[in-house]
């Protein structure tokens, strides 16, 4: 079975590539446009593995991730943002990111990463 990922970036492109780069080695993708919408796509699939924007409307990636890690401590996520040129990665990944990977980034990038955070699943 396919491990399950939740891509949530209010950028559609960043989206769509996204979920090419996880569709060859197969991986069950889905997508959310925003923190307020993932956290309900959460409530009703698992996923192993979050890819998760910091700058988007509704709910930024910050309050997602606090939200995220008080119900499922051990889910992976992985943070993206291109925000202040990558800035404030290195203070998602101390608040409880798996890893980091800044924006722009190439499909290789994402899917080393990804292939990585879920290896020992």
Known sequence: MPHAILIVDDDPQVRRLCKITLAEPAYAASEARNGKEALATIKEISFDLILL???????EGFEFLAAVRADLPKLKIIIMSGFMGGTMLPAARALGGTAT???PFSPEALLSLVDEALADM
């Open 53 to 59: 924007d910091l700058c988007m409307p509704e709910m």
């Open 101 to 103: 990977l800044a924006k």
